[in-house]
């Protein structure tokens, strides 16, 4: 009986420990966020748009499409609103309805050259370097002087096996802006790559092209990077042309001296 007794105890004990700990940090759910309102049949397609514009700023990729189809049906020939309709679509990763929106927006105005660009994007991420690359180079003919169109475009020949073709595509995006290639990847009104695979010899590459303009800063973080990430024909840095004059700064000679730790894989 005593045996009994302690055991009903200890199992009373149990319980009251275990509601102390639950009491103590609580499971809560977050209410569902609200769904926004459907679009108004009487806001004008420039209000539907800006609406579509704040859903998607926020990741309401689902939502702000309603809306750009509420603009669209009030102002079906607007070239800018089918293309950001592609940017929805694309950040949902239904690539295929992408590149229906973009070809439609190609097809409303023939001169706008982000969706070309955007377009090549779709191809870039479904592993289609090639075609990107022609939608890229149609983007370039009507505005060369994009530095996000010449970065895509590098990445296009990275992704081809084409590290020559990338690196003077790379070069002409940084004489542009030397601050293209440092930005995060990102996919906007205008979308923009690098490549994900192979990324120490992506930044050996782009370390060569900085040192080609003079952007040493740049490049010796770049080559740090790829030192980092292991790039295996790092010793190639001795002969490129490109590194001949950043050869001669000293900060060159202590990043090869120090060599930083590499990356854990």
């Not at 089918?82 to 590149?99: C, H, S, T």
Request: aromatic residues 10%.
């Amino acid at each position: 009986m005593r045996r009994l007794s302690l055991l009903c105890f200890l199992a009373v004990l149990s319980l009251n420990l275990t509601a102390q700990i639950f009491s103590a940090e609580q499971i809560e759910v977050a209410p569902p966020a609200p769904h926004p309102a459907a679009p108004d049949p009487n806001a004008s397609a420039k209000e539907l748009e800006k609406r579509g514009d704040e859903l998607r700023s926020t990741k309401s990729y689902l939502d702000a499409l309603d809306y750009f189809q509420a603009a669209l049906d009030k102002d079906p020939k607007n070239a800018v609103i089918q293309n950001k309709m592609g940017i929805a679509e694309m950040q949902l990763l239904r690539y295929n309805n992408a590149i229906k929106c973009f070809k439609s927006s190609i097809r409303t105005d023939r001169t706008y050259a982000d969706a070309y660009n955007n377009l090549g994007v779709t191809y870039y991420l479904q592993k289609n370097p090639g075609r990107a690359i022609k939608e890229y180079e149609k983007a370039i003919k009507i505005r060369p002087e994009s530095a996000a169109y010449y970065g895509n475009l590098g990445a296009a020949y990275f992704g081809k096996k084409d590290p020559e073709k990338a690196m003077a595509a790379y070069i002409k995006a940084l004489e542009l802006d030397p601050d293209v290639l440092s930005r995060s990847s990102r996919v906007g009104v205008i979308g923009q790559t690098t490549p994900g695979e192979d990324r120490a010899f992506y930044d050996y590459m782009v370390a060569r092209a900085y040192a080609k303009i003079g952007l040493f800063d740049q490049s010796l973080e770049h080559l740090r990077k790829a030192m980092e990430e292991q790039y295996k024909d790092i010793e190639k840095v001795y002969k490129d042309e490109e590194f001949a004059t950043l050869r001669k700064d000293p900060r060159f000679t202590n990043l090869m001296t120090a060599r930083p730790t590499p990356l854990p894989d």
